[in-house]
């Protein structure tokens, strides 16, 4: 432990605590990858918090989250436009977890594609009415498929899992527990997205908006293993990205609109430059893209196509005109 000039000799550790005991500690609380979390984004956003904070819905508590990270994408030459001023503004904010273990995170492998990559919160309706010129029937799809963001890349790179666990010691032996990785990992980033999209909700009156795409990251320093379980056993294999998708019941709703997926990227630390530079940035530029394209379509949450089949595409995106 250095000593800095001027130090009193009472500011020192009492006996029986060894530095070593110390640093051991301080280690393992993931206070260190919080900060070298910061360190590595401070390229990439604009601003960047610790420790921020939100209210759990649940029960109406304070809580932090470990890192918020937040970035305008608008480009300035598309701030106004004499004849045609965008009505909504492009951003990217990332709220962070962060996790420090010894032992694995293991994550069972889902087969089916992924259809979630990000929330997207800031506008006067979450949805889009598309009509079709060939129909008189409408039909109602959410703001990530209306730009139709699962055809990135970004949605198709990671290895996609609706369940997983964290090691831990049992005796000699090891067990998996799924009840701490929901409770560190799941729960918090949810509750504190859910948080997010309230104070987002701009007023009624409001003519411009701002049209946040929000992905939830858990930084995780601990190896991070893929089960891909088959009919006579299963196989392992190391993983630096996994998307965990989970369904979350939403308070309140109607039949049929009674649950919410969320997307949870789990990234390994050695690999959070990579996936920030190759992947999220990159996402980052397209869904700008498609929100200045789009904006009258999703201020005022009606879109036009041109038949009826094309609104069940996955390139849904291409299709949409303005319907006034």
Known sequence: MEIPPGNPDSNVLPA???DEQVDHAIRSSGY????RTIAALSDSFEFLAEEWGYIDRDENTYRTLDVFARQRLSRPHTQVGADNPLKVRPNLTALIECKQADLPYVFFRRRRPATNTALVVGLHRSKVEVSA??????TVVDVPRALSLNTLPFATAPVISSTFSRLTRKGKDLELTGTDAYSSVIRPLVKAALHYEAISKPPS???FLD???VVLVAVVDAPMIAIDVQREGHVASYAP????LRHEPVPGAQIFDTHRMFAIDCVHWGYLRTYVDDFLLPFASAYA????RHHNELYHGRAFV?????AGTGELETHLTFRS
């Open 241 to 244: 990205w996994v998307r965990v």
């Open 133 to 138: 010129a060939d129909s008189r029937s409408t």
């Open 32 to 35: 260190p990858l919080q900060s």
């Open 306 to 310: 041109a038949s009826e089949s094309m």
């Open 211 to 213: 049209c946040t795409a």
């Open 16 to 18: 029986g605590i060894a």
């Open 205 to 207: 009156l409001f003519a």
């Open 289 to 292: 893209e498609r929100v200045e």
